[in-house]
């Protein structure tokens, strides 16, 4: 069998009173994976089945014959939090069909993690999150396989692709978890691991060549041919539908960028509208917007200064020529530093300090927790060529923005909520390369490229009686004002609740008035604020959580649907734990009863994250 994912398909409602929990986990498993024409097909034969009064006989439906055991079928499991991964997996299964492969495609938010014995050939794409942890998606198959629990995997050919981000301490653990959890259970690692960094594209590529090419004397079947044929139309439909990506950006017109935080604040947050028009872009409450960016020209300038390098000298960058200046400015990144440029700068200078440091890896990740790479540059001016310096820095990265918008609202534009990164330290100021573009540099009218990435993982409840709890902190309010404007233009009954938090009331009170008359109008049940600065000891929006968790356990038992937007590394964790003790207050659970609960919610997407 032959299959494309769409996980749009399947965050549906939870079974209520007609399904039991195995039953529903069952059948989620079965379609998960499945094209709309499939998903349309088993919604005819099911139907008929019904109308016919008949119930499948139990022996028949263990009888129903299964592809895999006809042919090899490689399963494609992605654990993916912001679409990276995903795309990976979803490009690899339209190569391996066009390869005459039989494959599946999973997120392994679906994926059953005992299902894992049955496999024969297996391809892992995953990302890293939070500290070294795997995404959301990935967390229970993760953990299964790391448990006693988890089955003998003899027969299992596997190969894995890992994405991470090489400036964080734990580079790709996700990926190197899964290796070698399935290496211990037995299976057979058949091409070599990589562990890509932000630059994937060309080492994800070439990975993907070399599983085909691995795989070629198990997978040549005819049949599988034949069936690839059907689902590669699926696969294409399914990506027509974003004309504008990552690799291929709309240009777009930046129309507002309002600082909607008060003039004696702490944070200077602003409120972005852009214009998709004429663009034919659609998104949905929950996806991101992913913005290029180009960098600051003074910032370029300062650095062919430091490094006594010529501005007009031709470089080139992933296959462009262009100037030095042009590069810095347009293609590489000037304000994340990473371990890796230190290491590249300081063999083209032989700077004798930094490799000093490069001998002290904590001292090294101290040093840069606050340094932009002209911070290094700057305590350590040293003459290097245009293309050494090309050569240590890595290409630029487009930034995420959670939207702020729905289109039944704003229809050709897209709304953004941008904490603008912008700091003194060492004597200068520093800004964020994305957020100073957008917030500082980018004048109203001028052009910006951008494309929707979208996010599965964090949508609203199919059906709009569902009760919602939103927890979302500063600029992780985004998310929900695109919720309610979609709530409102569906007309919907469900009941909403609002957590949000930031230092100030009088400064900081994010979309203060829309919220207020969401509440006049009843469409916001509840608003819960935490302003943290206004009193002498802190207050977060776990503390009102915990405050209202009678009610907030109330409402899940009721259906609701709970998501956190906003930071990862503290703020969402707090939340978790909140959670968890609530559950064990007002639930009258255990610790393990607590964290199953949770987990149920979360395999429900009921629970759902977009943190950063
Ligand atoms: C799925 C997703 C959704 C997101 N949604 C939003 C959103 O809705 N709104 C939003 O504002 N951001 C959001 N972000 C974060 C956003 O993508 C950028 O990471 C953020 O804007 C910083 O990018 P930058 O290019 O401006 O700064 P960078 O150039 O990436 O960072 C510059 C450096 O400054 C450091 N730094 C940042 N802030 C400070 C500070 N205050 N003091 C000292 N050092 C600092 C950083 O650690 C970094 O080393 C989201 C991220 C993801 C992954
Ligand atoms: N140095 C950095 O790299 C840096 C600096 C700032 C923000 N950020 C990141 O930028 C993103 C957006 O920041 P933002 O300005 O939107 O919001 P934010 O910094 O997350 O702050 C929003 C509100 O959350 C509060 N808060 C702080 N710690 C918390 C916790 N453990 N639990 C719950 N609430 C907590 C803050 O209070 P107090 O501020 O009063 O404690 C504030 O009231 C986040 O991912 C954040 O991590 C990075
Ligand atoms: C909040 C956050 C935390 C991250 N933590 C790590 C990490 O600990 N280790 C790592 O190697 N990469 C880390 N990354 C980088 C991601 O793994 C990388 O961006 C990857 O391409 C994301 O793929 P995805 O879109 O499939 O989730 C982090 C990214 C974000 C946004």
Redesign the pocket.
Known sequence: MSANSNNQNTSVGAPGAILSEPQWNAITQSISGLSAQQLTWVSGYLAGLAASGQALPQSQAAAVPSAAGEAPVLTILFGSQTGNAKGIAQSLQAKVEAAGYSSKLVSMADYKPRQIKNETHLAIVASTHGEGEPPDDAIELHEFLGTKKAPKVDKLKYAVLSLGDSSYEFFCQTGKDFDERLAKLGGKLVVPRVDCDVDYEAEAEAWVAKLIETLKDDFTSAGAAAVAMQTGSAVAAGTAAQVYTKKAPYQATLLTSQKITGRDS??D?RHIEISLEDSGITYQAGDALGVWFKNDAALADEIITLIQASADQEVTVAEHTLSFKEALINKLELTLSYPGFVKAYQEASGCEALAKLLEDKAALRDYLA?RQIVDIVRDHPHPVTAAQFVAACRPLTPRLYSIASSQSEVEDEVHL?I?H?DYDAFGNRHQGGASGFLCDRLEEGGEVDVFVEPNDNFRLPENPDTPVIMIG????IAPFRSFMQERDAQGAEGKNWLFF???HFTQ?FLYQLEWQGYVKSGLLSKISL????DQKD?I???HRLLEEGKDVYQWLEEGAHLYVC??????A???ESALLEIFRTHGGKSDEEAKAYLLSLRKAKRYQKD??
């Open positions: 702490v944070k947050i606050d909520t904490a990164v902190p500063g600029t992780g938090g930031n230092p900081d935490a302003f943290s600065r802190k977060y929006v776990q906003g930071d990862a590394n503290q703020m964790k707090d939340v943190v950063y």
